[in-house]
């Protein structure tokens, strides 16, 4: 029987709840260029869309960082390599500064917009204090250097998470129970 710690329930929902939010957002926010330019409707309503999960993400990760600085995390397995903890740790970091930073950006764009956005497509979402008041060139390149950013972030947190699954796939090859951390398991650290 596998007795290796694991996270605790509640971080292995919020785990992998937000990782499937975060990938949908990467591929849909990539592709969201390539929407027909005549379709004005379907371009409203898939960006209000996009905007909505994003909030959604901000909310969960928010809870997660909350959850994660009052529960410590299981010990490793002596067997890691002191670099590859130190490496892991800091690959961890930027995911938290991402969960929050990447939707900040994205409110941060919208607050810079000329147009407006509907949570749901429905309820308006206010703009954030400090940027509503830009306007005219200003107000559109401010805009732009955002969306930039939000841009960088996003191939930025592609490569890591690229290397975040191969690190969690080499360490489970190795051990045969390292995936087990983030899923449910007989010995729980609550
Ligand atoms: C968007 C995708 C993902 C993000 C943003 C993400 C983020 C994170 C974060 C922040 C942690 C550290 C948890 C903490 O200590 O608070 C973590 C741990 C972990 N993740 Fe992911 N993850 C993603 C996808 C995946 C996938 C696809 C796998 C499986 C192949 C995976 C497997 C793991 C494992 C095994 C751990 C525990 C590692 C350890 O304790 O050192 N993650 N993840
Ligand atoms: C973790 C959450 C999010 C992820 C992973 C994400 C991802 C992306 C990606 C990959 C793009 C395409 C890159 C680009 O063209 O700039 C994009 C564009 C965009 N996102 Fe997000 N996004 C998130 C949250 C948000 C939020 C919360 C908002 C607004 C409230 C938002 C608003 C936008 C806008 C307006 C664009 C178009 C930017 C432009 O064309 O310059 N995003 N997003």
Do not use: Q
């Not at 809870?63 to 410590?72: E, M, S």
């Not at 067997?79 to 995911?95: D, M, Q, R």
């Not at 805009?143 to 996003?154: M, R, S, T, W």
């Amino acid at each position: 029987m596998v007795t290796t710690p694991s996270y605790t329930r509640t971080a292995r929902w919020l785990h992998w709840a937000i990782a499937v939010l975060i990938v949908c957002m990467l591929a849909g926010g990539l592709l969201m260029r390539f929407l027909p330019e005549d379709n004005f409707s379907l371009t409203v309503l898939v960006y209000n869309w996009h905007k909505t999960i994003g909030i959604l993400i901000l909310v969960l990760s928010v809870v997660r960082l909350v959850w994660r600085l009052i529960h410590k995390p299981p010990v490793h397995d002596a067997n890691i390599k002191g670099w590859e903890v130190l490496l892991s740790k800091a690959v961890h970091v930027f995911f938290y500064v991402f969960m929050i930073g990447m939707p900040l950006i994205g409110w941060a764009i919208i607050s810079t917009s000329r147009f407006p956005s509907k949570l749901f497509n429905v309820l308006p979402l206010a703009k954030l204090p400090g940027l509503r008041n830009y306007t005219g060139d200003a107000r559109d390149k401010l805009n732009d250097l955002l969306g930039d950013i939000h841009e960088v972030f996003a191939y930025m947190a592609i490569a890591l998470i690229i290397l975040h699954i191969v690190a969690a796939v080499k360490h489970h090859r190795e051990d045969g129970v390292f995936l087990r951390r983030m899923l449910p398991n007989k010995k729980k650290v609550d």
